[in-house]
């Protein structure tokens, strides 16, 4: 099965965009989902089938997938933003995730 | 509201057995997989296994193949994860995930809380 690879880390200041990128062999070639964690909560899903985002997700998140590389976007980064975001795809009848990036607001 | 309420975690020596049950409601249960995924401790979210909403397909990954088993009860509304042979390496909090799909694990759109489980001697 495919695999996912994410930067650990992204820090970003309050009002400015972060960027996360997913990265996968031909990723372009399958949707992409994003989850956003807050420490100790169970993930919820931010953005489907690569661009997508789910009802009440604020329109600060957007995502897109080209090539090898898919990128969540948080414009306009909160305070409240600060979690970790996973990535993950379909392959094969399995899911796979990325190993996550942590968001931090500084 | 779709709420999905995890049980069944605790300690168990590496060998043991554990099962997990994950109960569902405020949706269709019969017309959704269901999933479990992990996530052991600092770690990111692992996919450990699917099963229809018929219940006539079961999917696994590859690290937990032929010793972990998913089921469900549709009168019960109820999916399980009935874990053998367990691992320290298995340590992890176990979500619940309800699927989008009815047919195979695609991606999900609610999960539960979860349940830790602790494999250690």
């Known amino acids: 099965s495919s695999e996912l690879t994410q930067p650990p880390s992204v820090s970003v200041s309050p009002g400015q965009t972060a960027s996360i990128t997913c990265t996968g062999d031909t990723l372009a070639d399958k949707y992409v989902y994003w989850y956003q964690q807050k420490p100790g909560q169970s993930p919820v899903l931010v953005i489907y089938?690569?661009?997508k985002r789910r009802p009440g997700i604020p329109e600060r998140f957007s995502g897109s997938n080209s090539g090898n590389t898919a990128t969540l976007t948080i414009s306009g980064t909160q305070a409240m933003d600060e979690a970790d975001y996973h990535c993950?795809?379909?392959?094969?009848?399995?899911?796979?995730f990325g190993g996550g990036t942590k968001v931090t607001v500084i | 509201e779709v709420q999905l309420l995890e049980s069944g975690g605790g300690l168990v020596q590496p060998g043991g057995s554990l099962r997990l049950s994950c109960a569902a409601s405020?949706?269709?249960?019969?017309?959704?997989?269901m999933n479990w995924v992990r996530q052991a401790p600092g770690k990111g979210l692992e996919w450990v296994s699917g099963?229809?909403?018929?219940?006539?397909?079961?999917y696994y990954a590859d690290s937990v193949k032929g010793r972990f088993t998913i089921s469900r009860d549709s009168s019960k509304n109820t999916v399980y994860l009935q874990m053998n042979s367990l691992r320290a390496e298995d340590t992890a909090v176990y979500y619940c995930a309800k699927d989008v799909w009815e047919t195979s694990p695609y991606y999900f759109d609610y999960w539960g809380q979860g349940t830790l489980v602790t494999v250690s001697s």
């Open positions: 405020g949706f269709t249960f019969n017309s959704y997989a």
């Open positions: 089938q690569d661009d």
């Open positions: 993950q795809a379909w392959d094969s009848n399995t899911v796979v």
């Open positions: 099963m229809s909403g018929t219940a006539l397909h079961t």
